[in-house]
């Protein structure tokens, strides 16, 4: 999880860097150290407090990377890029750990079983925080891209959206579910929108592991 959002994290930072802003890259965020990334909460609480209680699933994120759109180059494309960058580098991870499952049988039993399943959980985590970061759902890196491909007019209304931030998101993901299951109805809709790309993607990398 560290190494994950860590690095989707740097990611962005360096894309935004390479296309003109070097914001992140001023404040040292274009880093491997996950050090430069935490967020108290968003890294260690919430996810830590998920983890314990038995959750089915993980949350969390980090310290947002600082971007200043108006100094890219092209402000409109390049922020497609720069939202984009971060997922991408989850699919990296992803591809990299299911290549890497071909190596386990090299280590000693005692070894094998778990690092075996480390990297499947790798793919696993990877995969679902690339396509949940991609879900157009301000601020989600997937509304960046949105925004960058609506006509200016629906850009600008759909921008208005992004007041809200991280209260729209966490709405989504915890109290639609739990007024849900009081009123009887499924409103999962993090899951209903995540879980057909998640299976596809998984299908796809699957193969790499050499694995039946």
């Known amino acids: 999880m560290l190494l994950a959002i860590t690095l989707h994290e740097a990611a962005h930072g360096f894309v935004a860097w390479r296309l003109g802003d070097d914001t992140a890259y001023r404040l040292g965020r274009v880093s491997a150290n996950p050090l430069r990334h935490i967020d108290?909460?968003?890294t260690v609480l919430i996810p830590g407090m998920l983890f314990l209680s038995?959750?089915?699933f993980l949350f969390g994120y980090a310290k947002p990377v600082p971007v200043q759109f108006r100094n890219l180059r092209n402000p409109r494309r390049d922020s497609m890029f720069v939202a984009a960058a971060?997922?991408?580098?989850n699919l990296l991870i992803a591809v990299l750990s299911a290549i890497l499952v071909n190596a386990v049988v090299a280590l000693p039993q005692q070894a094998y079983d778990w690092t075996e399943g480390t990297l499947q959980r790798s793919m696993l985590l990877n995969i679902s925080l690339a396509v949940f970061n991609l879900l157009p759902i301000p601020p989600l890196d997937g509304s960046r891209v949105l925004l960058g491909l609506l006509p200016k007019g629906l850009a600008e209304v759909y921008?208005?959206?992004f007041r809200y931030g991280l209260l729209l998101v966490l709405g989504i993901i915890f109290i639609l579910?739990?007024?849900g299951r009081n009123l009887g109805i499924d409103l999962d809709i993090i899951g209903w929108m995540m879980h057909h790309p998640v299976q596809y993607l998984w299908d796809l990398m699957w193969?790499?592991?050499?694995?039946d």
């Open 159 to 161: 921008a208005h959206l």
């Open 177 to 179: 579910p739990l007024v």
């Open 207 to 211: 193969p790499l592991t050499g694995l």
């Open 40 to 42: 108290p909460i968003g």
């Open 86 to 89: 971060g997922p991408a580098a």
């Open 54 to 56: 038995g959750s089915p």
